[in-house]
């Protein structure tokens, strides 16, 4: 723009130079300043495109980061929109699973050798002590044998899950020279349980054993029926890795 008001302004003046001699004095000061006007006049219609233009670019550049701030925006939500697909599928899941095990439970627990709870978002299969074995040891009963084989014959067609056996009691100190505590016989019961599903079918890589003593009651101890129902073995059914939360984005505060 500028190049072009210079080449107007040098050849407007070069035409006045070459006729300027026979121009009166009076024509002459008109037409410069005529030309001078003209100059003003197109370096401000120049000034003005310069500014229309460099707004122009501002609003170009604003608009290509709003874009791209769409574009991230869009990414986010698509990965938010396929983990969240992802979860609900693994929740369906899981969820047919748990339906699947109370259907296959449902005679047991209406004959009284079991019960099935949720806590804490696991399915829990809940059998009394008195059941499995004979008050103050670890050794099971023959009808403790014979309700854990049947509770092996059906978590054994759960492929790919892992199950915890937790040994409770109640808050009764025990007097057996076998055992030192309550933690002890807790302990040895979730033994003699898992030994039992292993035997009766079920993967030793699935299975672990857990001893809680009388940490966590179901009912007060302060009652011989509220001690009865907290002397139990509860086998839990664990989470999928892929059903616990994603933990990566703490490894950066590690």
């Known amino acids: 723009m500028r190049w072009t008001i210079s080449l107007i302004s040098a050849f407007l003046i070069s035409g ?9 004095q009076d024509q002459y000061d008109a037409d410069m300043a005529a030309l ?8 401000g ?11 122009i670019t501002a609003r170009k550049v604003a608009m290509e980061d ?3 701030r769409l574009k991230d925006a869009l990414q986010t939500l698509t990965g938010e929109r396929d983990a969240l697909a992802k979860a609900e599928e693994l929740a369906k899941k899981r969820l047919e699973t748990f339906r699947a095990m109370l259907a296959k439970f449902k005679a047991m627990v209406q004959s009284g050798k079991i019960k099935i709870k949720i806590s804490n978002n696991k399915m829990i299969v809940e059998m009394a002590s008195a059941i499995l074995f004979p008050s103050g040891k670890a050794r099971l009963s023959d009808e403790g044998e014979e309700a854990l084989t049947e509770v092996a014959g059906i978590l054994a067609t759960i492929g790919d899950r892992d199950f915890q056996v937790a040994g409770h009691t109640d808050n009764i100190p025990i007097k057996k020279r076998q055992f030192k505590s309550n933690w002890a016989l807790s302990s040895a019961r979730a033994v003699a349980v898992v030994r039992h599903l292993i035997d009766s079918g079920m993967k030793p890589k699935n299975l672990s054993a857990a001893g809680y003593g ?6 007060d101890n302060k009652t011989g029926e509220g001690r009865a129902q907290n002397r139990r073995i509860e086998i839990v059914l664990q989470p999928n890795l892929d059903e616990l939360p994603d933990l990566s984005s703490l490894e950066k505060m590690m």
């Open 16 to 24: 006045l130079l070459v006729t300027g001699c026979g121009v009166p």
């Open 36 to 43: 001078k006007a003209t100059i003003a006049k197109v370096r």
């Open 45 to 55: 219609e120049a000034a003005s495109l310069q500014q229309e233009l460099d707004a």
């Open 66 to 68: 709003e874009v791209n």
């Open 214 to 219: 009388d940490t966590q009651p179901v009912a």
